[in-house]
T-cell receptor, first 113, second 114 residues
Framework: DTEVTQTPKHLVMGMTNKKSLKCEQH?????MYWYKQKAKKPPELMFV???????INESVPSRFSPECPNSSLLNLHLHALQPEDSALYLC????????????FGSGTRLTVV | GDSVTQMEGPVTLSEEAFLTINCTYT??????LFWYVQYPGEGLQLLLK?????DKGSNKGFEATYRKETTSFHLEKGSVQVSDSAVYFC?????????????FGTGTRLTIIP
C-alpha cells in the first residue's frame, strides 16, 4: 500500500458545526502532516506529527485541533470555522529522513458556509 | 531560512514543445530537492527527486539536475503533451535535524494546447 487516504473528499459545514477530517496510511511512515491549500497557492503547513507526537504547530487557530490516535491515523477536528477557512486540506506522510519526499493524499475540499 | 523560487506562471506551450520551469533555492546544509505535480482537483504527486549534488531525477520524460554551484533544480521535458497540463511545485527538504520540513515554491501553472 503506497497511498495516503483522506476522507471525506468533500465537506460543507456551517460555522457552528463540528466535523473531522481523517487521514490514513499503511506505509510505516512515522511523520504525518496537515496542510491547507488555497486556490492558486502552494500548500501551507499546519501541523507535523512525528512518532505520534505533535512536533510542529504553525500557529494554527485553536478551531483546528489535530489528533494522532496511532501511527497510521491522523485526524483534524474542526469547530466554529470561518468562511475564510474554506480550502483544500491535504494530509501527507513521510519517512523521518530528509531524502524522502512526502506522500500526499488527494485532499478534502472544505467549504464553510 | 530555507526558500524556493520558481519562475512565474502561467506557462502556455503547444504540444510537443520543449519545457523548462526554473527553480532556485536557498538552504543551509545539504537539502534534498523535489518536483511535485498537482492535477486539477487532486493532491500533490511526487514527480521526481534528487538528494545530492549532480544527481539527476527523472520520471515520465521529465528531468531535473541538482546543481549546487548555481543552487538550481530546473525541470525539463523534451516534448510536452496535453496531459502534462497541471501545476508544478519545486520543493526542498533540509537535512538539518529538527528542520526537515518540506519548503515549497509558489508553483507554476502549465497549460499545453493541442
Amino acid at each position: 500500500d503506497t497511498e495516503v487516504t483522506q476522507t471525506p473528499k468533500h465537506l460543507v459545514m456551517g460555522m457552528t458545526n463540528k466535523k473531522s477530517l481523517k487521514c490514513e496510511q499503511h506505509m510505516g511512515h512515522r511523520a504525518m502532516y496537515w496542510y491547507k491549500q488555497k486556490a492558486k497557492k502552494p500548500p501551507e503547513l499546519m501541523f507535523v506529527y512525528s512518532y505520534e507526537k505533535l512536533s510542529i504547530n504553525e500557529s494554527v487557530p485553536s478551531r483546528f485541533s489535530p489528533e494522532c490516535p496511532n501511527s497510521s491515523l491522523l485526524n483534524l477536528h474542526l469547530h466554529a470555522l470561518q468562511p475564510e477557512d474554506s480550502a483544500l486540506y491535504l494530509c501527507a506522510s513521510s519517512q523521518d529522513q530528509a531524502t524522502y519526499g512526502y506522500t500526499f493524499g488527494s485532499g478534502t475540499r472544505l467549504t464553510v458556509v | 531560512g530555507d526558500s524556493v523560487t520558481q519562475m512565474e506562471g502561467p506557462v502556455t506551450l503547444s504540444e510537443e514543445a520543449f519545457l523548462t520551469i526554473n527553480c532556485t533555492y536557498t538552504a543551509t546544509g545539504y537539502p534534498s530537492l523535489f518536483w511535485y505535480v498537482q492535477y486539477p482537483g487532486e493532491g500533490l504527486q511526487l514527480l521526481l527527486k534528487a538528494t545530492k549534488a549532480d544527481d539527476k531525477g527523472s520520471n515520465k520524460g521529465f528531468e531535473a539536475t541538482y546543481r549546487k554551484e548555481t543552487t538550481s533544480f530546473h525541470l525539463e521535458k523534451g516534448s510536452v503533451q496535453v496531459s502534462d497540463s497541471a501545476v508544478y511545485f519545486c520543493a526542498l527538504r533540509s537535512n538539518l535535524f529538527g528542520n526537515e520540513k518540506l519548503t515549497f515554491g509558489t508553483g507554476t501553472r502549465l497549460t499545453i494546447i493541442p
